[in-house]
Structure formats: C-alpha cells, structure tokens
T-cell receptor
Framework: GAVVSQHPSRVICKSGTSVKIECRSL??????MFWYRQFPKKSLMLMAT?????????EQGVEKDKFLINHASLTLSTLTVTSAHPEDSSFYIC?????????????FGPGTRLLVL | GEDVEQSLFLSVREGDSSVINCTYT??????LYWYKQEPGAGLQLLTY?????DMKQDQRLTVLLNKKDKHLSLRIADTQTGDSAIYFC?????????FGAGTTVTVRA
C-alpha cells in the first residue's frame, strides 16, 4: 500500500527557535498533501492543504507566517513552525492524497510530536 | 460547516463484537471513512464506503451507512486485544476530510 513517512518523529526545541518537519510519500506521487494538528484526546484539525508547485491553502485561524509550508516536489512537503512557543507543542500529522479507481484516499504519516520548552 | 460526532469511549470483552457509531451532517459527502490510531502513531485507514452504498464488509469489519439518517457504524467481529485503539470516522466534503473526535476502544480480557 501507499506509505507516507515523517521526519523527525519527535523533536524537542527551545522557545523561539524554528522547527522543520518533513513529509514524504515513499512509493507514489502525491499532488496534494495535508497538514493536521492533533491535540491530546482530540480530533485532527486540518491546518493547510499543500499542492505541489503552488502556495498552500490555510484553514481559517491558522497563521501562514507561523506555519510555513513548502511543497517542493510530488513526494515532499515540509512544515516549518517558526519562532515556536510552548503552545505550539502538539502532534503534527501529514497525509498525502492519491487518486485511484475507487476514489481519492489520504494516506497518513506516523506523526511528529513537537515539544517546545 | 461539517460536523462529525462519535461517542468517546467503548469497552468490550475480548471475543465479542464492537460497534462504533458516528453521525455526520454534510449530506454531500462522497466517501465516509474509518481510521484507526494506535498510541503515538498516525492514522491507519481501515475501510471506507461510497455514499451510495449501505453496507461494506471486509474480513472482521462491517460498515453500515444510513444515508437518510446520516449515520455510520463500524462493527468489529471477534474483537481482539490488538483492536484496542482510537477509531475516527471521517467524511469527505468539498476538498477535505472532517473527523470526529475519535472513539477510544478498550478490549478487556
């Protein structure tokens, strides 16, 4: 099946620093990738939709200057949390979309746990 | 906007069937999905159903869809300890997935 990886799986950083998270589709090309944030015991909140070669579309309430998304190729999207603060601590999950005969399906990465001290 | 609701907890004895329920509000949903999340991990797609179907069976999993009532359920037959996880239902709206809050399933011996 389709595999999506994320790197790093876990990161601890100091307040004020920037953190980059990579999302890769390993065995398929993804024209669209999604970035989600998950709070403890809560659902996934879509942050932004990323299309290769174009600017990301951010959901309402998500600061685009804070969460920079770059979708450089059909297999790689990056999320950079700039000037991270403790309230940015969360579980960040990406997904990549592939379209097939049965309809479009998102495949999820394993997630990146960010802790900002 | 889209709204997806699930009960938060389900406890089931090993070997019994589990039934997880979900309701949604977006009548234009094309596909409805069930995802499984184990502790500290991402989401694993379990199964999905097209909105013009009312049932789909895949090994131990049975999905029932009542489109009129906008009600989706996932039945897991012969529940095992490895089925302990959080289960999310999701519906596909215009361009994105909307998730419920997740049902934590605990399997007891």
């Amino acid at each position: 099946g389709a595999v999506v990886s994320q790197h790093p799986s876990r990161v601890i950083c100091k307040s004020g620093t920037s953190v980059k998270i990579e999302c890769r589709s390993l065995d398929f090309q993804a024209t669209t990738m999604f970035w989600y944030r998950q709070f403890p015991k809560k659902s996934l909140m879509l942050m932004a939709t990323s299309n290769e070669g174009s600017k990301a579309t951010y959901e309402q309430g998500v600061e685009k200057d804070k969460f920079l998304i770059n979708h450089a190729s059909l297999t790689l999207s990056t999320l950079t949390v700039t000037s991270a603060h403790p309230e940015d601590s969360s579980f960040y999950i990406c997904s990549a979309e592939t379209s097939g005969g049965a309809g479009e399906t998102q495949y999820f990465g394993p997630g990146t746990r960010l802790l900002v001290l | 906007g889209e709204d997806v609701e699930q009960s938060l907890f389900l406890s089931v004895r090993e070997g019994d069937s589990s039934v997880i329920n979900c309701t949604y509000t977006d009548s234009s949903s094309t596909y409805l999905y069930w995802y499984k999340q184990e502790p500290g991990a991402g989401l694993q797609l379990l199964t999905y159903i097209f909105s013009n179907m009312d049932m789909k069976q895949d090994q131990r999993l049975t999905v029932l869809l009542n489109k009129k009532d906008k009600h989706l359920s996932l039945r897991i037959a012969d529940t095992q300890t490895g089925d302990s996880a959080i289960y999310f239902c999701a519906e596909s709206g215009d361009y994105k997935l909307s998730f419920g809050a997740g049902t934590t399933v605990t399997v007891r011996a």
